[in-house]
């Protein structure tokens, strides 16, 4: 098989800068970490200095998710010697334990590091994804939250935990969690466009209306978001269809939702430029919301 | 009527599986749409499926716009929305849930007879020696399993070994559902290359 920096032309500078990208964006692009950090630690171990050890915590990570437990095990045992007492290391044999389903031995690695340092949050969450894993959502959810108590400021946590509650459909709770999030990330426009989701899921018109203000507020964020965009115009639509509005709220709202409609065939004209393919993709939208125009008046 | 699938609907469901194996990921089935009931045809063939989501499944708005989008695009291309396929974030957990329902339930009323196909990720292999896929159909309120047999398929021998040669040229990479139009809308989630992939493999 072509190695990568064969099939891509790319030297091992690139390959360790394309690691450090995936690391700052937390992608969970596992297949392409470990083709790439494998060749790196297989061929050019001696030019990354002393980047190799995240680089060695990055590939095992990535191994874990593609099963390639004899990558995983090389990566662990240099690290294991470089670190030998490390917490940071002992959580990532608990890791290994986990993908291999092994959890009461997993549990036991993440309780001795919090025995000998009970503020490990690394170690609290690892326990906290095995109840996740063996489909303990209710325990999860409760230790998520004694979890948070603790550390208030954990935005990860707080977003794994409006997943949960998304999960078992309460939507109420989650919607907590983002405003938390909302509250700390004030230009955040993915927390605004979610939260509005949250909102118009629970439904009623008074969580509709807010759910249009906040997908308007994800917009003035970041105007090329589409899902606000699109938030934006079944909020509005749904809003002034409702019989339970004044004549002046439906009207506001059909000038929302026809802004919208603006906004989202103009959007799809620049996608679609040069390129026979989305034509059938536009059309769809042009059509769609014609009709849903219908249903409104 | 029960669904069967073609290699195309098939693969492509189990594509999106395997794009995102740490996330739940959902979509839609789609077959022919028939002028009159055939007399001797025994099932509906579904010819095609759109990935939807991947991630959170649980939110309404999106889904409403994939549902009404598509639902627009059949129209035009004498298809009707016949089935769901789901795949959850548990690979040990195969079963239809609230959210499997729901959407089910909204598409028979289109579609009296759409069925829920959930995906077996737990099972899913590069081989696809057997079909990882429990179909149910809706009997009296409940959503009950039907068997899984080669008789589910147009035709399993072309459909196990299209989606396997899929599989392992990691033609998932470039699978295309709803969630990646809207991140990027020059993404096609009708999915022609993959469908041509496809086809030249037939």
Not at chain 1, 206 to 235: I, V
Request: charged residues 30%.
């Amino acid at each position: 098989m072509a190695s990568v920096s064969d099939l891509y032309d790319v030297g091992w500078e690139e390959m360790r800068d394309k690691l450090r990208k995936w690391r700052e964006d937390n992608s969970r692009n596992s297949e392409q970490i470990v083709d790439v950090g494998e060749e790196l630690i297989g061929e050019h171990s001696s030019k990354l200095g002393d980047d190799i050890w995240i680089i060695y915590e990055q590939v095992m990570i990535a191994a874990l998710d593609c099963s390639r437990d004899d990558l995983a095990l090389t990566c662990l045992q240099e690290l294991k010697k470089q670190f030998p007492d490390s917490h940071r290391v002992k959580r990532l044999s608990g890791m290994r334990l986990e993908a291999l389903e092994r959890y009461e031995e997993a549990n036991k690695y993440y309780d001795s590091i919090l025995q000998d340092d009970p503020t490990n949050t690394a170690a609290r969450k690892r326990k906290i994804s095995i109840l996740k894993a063996q489909g303990k959502s209710t325990e999860a959810i409760r230790e998520l939250n004694e979890y948070l108590e603790q550390f208030v400021g954990d935005q990860e946590a707080w977003h794994e935990l409006s997943e949960l509650y998304i999960n078992e459909h309460d939507y109420g709770k989650a919607a907590f969690c983002l405003e938390e999030l909302m509250m700390t990330n004030p230009h955040n426009h993915l927390y605004c466009e979610q939260y509005a989701e949250v909102k118009y899921t629970q439904g009623g018109l008074e969580n509709l209306e807010l759910s249009r203000k906040y997908f308007a507020q994800a917009l003035r964020l970041n105007n090329r978001n589409m899902r606000a965009l699109f938030g934006l115009y079944m909020s509005a639509s749904h809003i002034a269809a409702s019989p339970k509005v004044s004549a002046k709220v439906k009207k506001d709202n059909i000038k929302y939702a026809a802004w919208a409609t603006t906004q989202i065939n103009r959007a799809y004209k620049l996608a679609g430029r040069g390129s026979k393919e989305n034509k059938c993709s536009r059309k769809a939208v042009e059509e769609m919301l014609e009709s849903m125009q219908i249903t409104m008046s | 009527m029960p669904i069967q699938l073609t290699s195309q609907a098939y693969c492509k469901m189990l594509l999106h599986a395997a794009k995102y194996p740490h996330c739940a990921v959902n979509g839609l089935l789609v077959a022919e749409k028939t002028k009159e009931k055939k007399k001797d045809s025994h099932s509906v063939l579904c010819v095609d499926c759109v990935p939807l989501f991947h991630g959170t499944l649980a939110l309404a708005p999106m889904l409403e716009v994939a549902l009404t989008l598509i639902d627009t695009w059949c129209k035009e291309n004498n298809y009707v929305i016949v089935g769901y396929y789901q795949a959850n974030e548990r690979t040990k957990d195969s079963r239809p849930n609230q959210v499997a329902e729901k959407v089910a339930a909204r598409i028979c009323e289109n579609f009296i007879e759409a069925a829920i196909v959930m995906v077996d990720s737990g099972r899913l292999t590069v081989s696809c020696f057997e079909p990882i896929v429990h179909i149910y159909d809706h009997h009296e309120n409940k959503w009950k399993s039907r068997d899984v047999t080669p008789e589910s398929f147009e035709d399993w021998n072309e459909a196990q070994k299209i989606t396997s040669a899929l599989l392992e040229g990691r033609s998932y990479e470039n699978l295309i559902d709803f969630d990646n139009h809207l991140d990027d809308l020059r993404n096609d989630w009708t999915n022609p290359v993959i469908n041509k992939s496809v086809l030249d493999l037939c």
